[in-house]
């Protein structure tokens, strides 16, 4: 399993200096942040669909400079964009682009009918590029907890998870509730948690994260996807008495340890 750093923790910084701080912070790998919200992203959905082949050569370039390759994307549309669709259809070529594999989003919360069948057409626009998408368990959204995640898994076939603990802990979802999930991940989003959104983002081994019992689960499922390590930084939750680089830092360390206790191949 790949040890990633998310790109989210560089908010408003330039695609080509995030990945070079997250080559400083020991990372190869970085999961690419992509938003309808020019602040909360590196690229801008409308952007890569307006100027799909300029979005590329930006990636290209900066994973060059930097020596950091990117492991996935995560992306976030408005969820009344009328071109939603084509600006999925471009993410997904630049994935292909730039060989990533595993696209994340989340789902709206429109009727569930809806939800399904429009996840149900961005699930063909995915497979016809030969990518996986995963929807995450974020919260609000239809795909908040891991019952609603599996009956989704069973109503959008192909369709993956990416388990974000930090989203499930600060919910109320408590690891042993993870377990229906194992078996249908293509991600997973680490940080370290409280039991509520006042807590969203807490310093590693203060809060409720069990890694050992996330690895042990990963190993049962015979998960072989990334591991990503995203704290979102100061401007999430307006959380900022923290060194977040550093917490970045100590959990990789973490996951790197645990991993070579297992003979986990990296």
Known sequence: MRISCATFLFQGMPLEDALKRVRDLGFSFAELSINYDQKWGHLHTADVLDDLSGAIKRCQLAVADSGVKLSSINVNFHSTAVNVRGQFESVCDLARATDVSVVSTVSNQASERLEVNRLKD??????????????????????????????????????????????????GHVKESWLPLFPHLALVHLKDSGPDYEHYQVPVGSGLLDTGFVLDNLATAGYEGDLVVEYPGPRAFRQGAMDYERETVRLRELLEKELASRGTPR
């Open 122 to 171: 961005f699930i063909s626009v995915a497979a016809t590029r030969t990518r996986v998408l995963s929807l995450e368990t974020f919260s609000p959204s239809l795909c908040s907890n891991p019952e609603e995640a599996v009956h989704f898994m069973k109503s959008v076939p192909g369709l993956k998870v990416t388990l974000d603990t930090g989203h499930l802990l600060a919910s």
